[in-house]
């Protein structure tokens, strides 16, 4: 079955630390997206990447970083420097960065930071 | 900038009940719209989608017209279902701002009740 994995599902972490969350699609998508959800508040961009080797940030980038080494994967980092890091992590992808292509999902990660 | 109001939950309606959630937005150019529904605990799935104006997009029951003269995107189902309880977003992608980035709206809650 094609579609996009998020591990783990919920994760723990002490504040100062770095952690990475895992996104890995097999549907052979060229566009892939990291967003935030908090309660209340709707889903927020933070990175996203048109193709291999490229990626770009989206509203709330800071205290986070990404990679696109293969076209499958595109990995988040959440660092020390993220102020507020506890949420609900979701990844995404489209067939390409093109209006009207709709984005499928993963399953997401909540991160807890104490 | 682009924005997408939906209206505030959370709704609470009886099994078999008429289900509207309203969803207006704002886009510089002509956007493509969406619902996205998230069951809790999971990520989003794709509802339904339109990419111009008067298209229906229906799916499960659902059904959302694209009204550019009103600019709203309102869903609505006859009769709802236990299982239809949920978190639905309705999204908009605009190559306006020179990105087809998914501008969401806040999300409304949704419980059926038997």
């Known amino acids: 079955d094609g579609g996009i994995t998020q591990s783990p599902k919920y994760l723990f972490r002490k504040e100062g630390q770095n952690v990475t969350l895992s996104c890995e699609q097999n549907l052979n998508h060229d566009a892939m997206y990291w967003y935030r959800q908090d309660p209340g508040q709707g889903l927020r961009l933070i990175y996203y990447?048109?193709?291999?080797?490229?990626?770009q940030k989206g509203d709330i980038a800071e205290g986070y970083s990404v990679s696109r080494e293969k076209k499958e994967s595109f990995p988040l980092t959440v660092t020390s420097a993220q102020k507020n890091p506890t949420a609900f992590y979701l990844c995404?992808?489209?067939?390409?960065?093109?209006?009207?292509?709709?984005?499928?999902f993963g399953p997401g990660t909540r991160l807890t930071v104490t | 900038g682009n924005s997408v109001t939906q209206m505030e939950g959370p709704v609470t309606l009886s099994e078999e009940a008429f289900l509207t959630i309203n969803c207006t937005y704002t886009a510089t150019g002509y956007p493509s719209l969406f619902w996205y529904v998230q069951y809790p605990g999971e990520g989003l799935q794709l509802l339904l989608k339109?990419?111009?104006?008067?298209d229906k997009g229906s799916n499960k029951g659902f059904e959302a017209t694209y009204r550019k003269e009103t600019t709203s995107f309102h869903l609505e189902k006859g009769s709802v279902q236990v299982s239809d309880s949920a978190v639905y977003f309705c999204a908009l992608s605009d190559s306006g701002a020179g990105s087809y980035q998914l501008t969401f709206g806040k999300g409304t809650k949704l419980s059926v009740i038997p």
């Open positions: 990447s048109q193709i291999v080797n490229d990626f």
């Open positions: 995404a992808s489209s067939i390409s960065w093109d209006r009207g292509n709709e984005q499928y």
């Open positions: 339109a990419t111009k104006a008067d």
